[in-house]
């Protein structure tokens, strides 16, 4: 499974990464809301954890997964799981 970690903590980052790594997870990082929306349109990401906190991302987990529907097709039903 591959799954995109959005966190701009870089020390909760790295071992959260570590862990999920440790546990059979393929995982990317990225701590600001544009290299993830970058990523979330380029790879087909199983999960995405998402800081609903990111400075300047007012509604980052919408805008996520809107980006994630318009460049991918994503099923709806599983972009709703984002928002």
Do not use: F, K
Request: proline residues 2%; hydrophobic residues 40%; glycine residues 8%.
């Amino acid at each position: 499974m591959r799954l995109l970690l959005v966190e701009d903590d870089a020390r909760l980052s790295n071992r959260l990464a570590q862990q999920l790594t440790e546990h059979g997870y393929a995982v990317d990082c990225a701590d600001n809301g544009v290299d993830a929306e970058y990523l979330a349109a380029s790879v087909d990401y199983d999960l995405i954890v998402l800081d609903l906190g990111l400075p300047g991302r007012a509604h980052g987990a919408r805008e996520l997964a809107q980006g994630r529907n318009r460049n991918t097709g994503a099923d709806p039903d599983r972009a709703r799981c984002l928002a």
